[in-house]
């Protein structure tokens, strides 16, 4: 198995910009953990930025501070930063082509949010033949209400845990990726 950890637009719009994290708590936390673990298996980590497409984005706006990733993920060692504008993190990138070349054949999933990007990209890996792994305690989302409906943070990111532990990957807690190193 080679591993690449896909650090997904951990970003500062999620910190104190328009959509701030609320569920998991500690998520942060555990992805800095999630880096430092991959940097010590020499697992390479992968950050993927995303960018809104129009000059004046309300969110995730280029070259804005909300934009920027927070200093203390872009002070870690990691092989490439990666800009994308949709939620898949291959659509439009080289993303597939950096992991060719470094012959991964499974990507673990951390970053923001769950249901979106974290997911898309999910599907996508395990469309384009990749194993799949997806941390629970890693990932994060914010509450979502639109004309459909209102869903909690936390009852979001469960659901989409569920379905993403049906087909797509294995749903691991932080502790459980650290440990499957040991065995």
């Known amino acids: 198995m080679k591993r690449a950890l896909l650090v997904i637009d951990v970003q500062n719009e ?10 998991p708590p ?21 950050l993927i930025q995303h960018s809104s497409p129009q000059e004046n984005a ?4 280029k070259g804005s501070k909300e934009w920027e990733i927070p200093e203390g993920l872009l002070s870690k060692n990691h092989s490439h930063i990666i800009e994308k ?3 898949s993190s291959f659509k439009n990138t080289n993303l597939e082509k ?26 996508e890996a395990m469309h384009m033949g990749y194993s799949v792994e997806f941390l629970s305690d890693a990932t ?14 936390e009852n979001l990111h469960k659901t989409i845990l569920i379905i993403q532990a049906s087909r797509f990957s294995k749903v691991l807690t932080l502790d459980e990726w650290i440990t ?4």
């Open 58 to 61: 309300s969110i995730f706006r």
């Open 85 to 87: 504008n949709l939620p």
């Open 98 to 123: 950096v992991l060719r070349d470094m012959e991964v054949d499974t990507v673990t999933i951390v970053g923001y949010m769950t249901q979106m990007c974290c997911d898309t990209t999910a599907r």
């Open 14 to 23: 999620y910190f104190f910009g328009k959509l701030p994290i609320q569920y």
């Open 180 to 183: 499957s190193f040991e065995i």
């Open 26 to 46: 500690n998520s942060f936390d555990n992805i800095l953990k999630a880096v430092d673990t991959a940097n010590q298996h020499n697992i390479p980590v992968i």
């Open 140 to 153: 994060g989302t914010i509450p979502i209400s639109n004309s459909t409906g209102t869903i909690s943070a």
